[in-house]
């Protein structure tokens, strides 16, 4: 049985996310899907679609993709059975490629495609942190959930676990207790002085979601670019070495496994780095298969 590898493709508008998928789907053997994905939370449910005319659905279909659509999202956990249930995913496939939002929240390989640093430009940057407002809103949410009439059983199920919620709710006095002496520990915790603002590492906003790739493609268009991308290659090699930059960015969701991080030029297919970048896409495909 051959299950389907699901590569996940994001990166900023015109970073060439398509123009590395282009370049994937003419490297790989076998029936490929493609579905370009946007989340919108507007939307009360999902919609597919896969319009002849699109541009970029008939680039992909040019380049080789069995299949191709769109498909749009609101948040929330359906969308994951909601994306396996579209028209696109009935087509037998060896792999699945998204580019944009992940509604799946999950892929075999997370691939990232960026534009080398601008001049003058950083990876990481210094952001403040206003403790204050952050603990003024957890305040005010565990203020107004403790005030729902099981609210209280709602905390104690989260904390404590699904049994002991349970006897607190059989418990009217006790229960009555808890929401006391939790409602007085926020008004305490109101009238003490607030939390001073800190500063913390960060990633530069164009390059948001780079910290969880597995693959990092920086997409030169000529040899002026390279030596700045370069450097963002060295400081994507750096987050998972550097202890402070780590804590702050990565925290416990991150782990410190080497990613693949490359300069290449999507235009040239012989280019040097955009091989590495294929292989490792096909190696991912490969483990999964």
Sequence with gaps: MIERSLIHVAGPPGSGKTAFIEMLLRGIDGPVLVARCVR???????????????????????????????????????????????????????????????????????????????????????????????????????????????GVGQFLGHMAGVRFAEFARRNPRLTEDVRSELLAGIAQLRNAPPPGPTEHWAIASSYVSIERAQLVVVNVRGERERARGERLVADVTRLRKDDGLFADILELRGNRVPITAVVANLADPRDRGLRQALARVRRAMRRRT
């Design 40 to 150: 919108n939370d507007a939307l009360r449910g999902p919609r597919e679609s896969a319009p002849k005319t699109d541009s970029e659905l008939k680039r992909y279909r040019a380049a080789g993709a069995s299949g191709a659509a769109r498909f749009v999202f609101p948040h929330g956990d359906a969308a994951f059975d909601d994306f396996f249930t579209t028209d696109l995913m009935a087509d037998y496939s060896e792999a699945v490629v998204l580019e944009g939002d992940n509604p799946l929240n999950l892929a075999d390989l997370a691939v990232f495609v960026a534009p080398p640093l601008p001049v003058g430009g950083r990876l990481f940057v210094r952001r403040k942190r206003d403790r204050a407002k952050e603990e003024r809103a957890k305040a005010d949410a565990m203020e107004q959930l403790l005030r729902e009439p099981d």
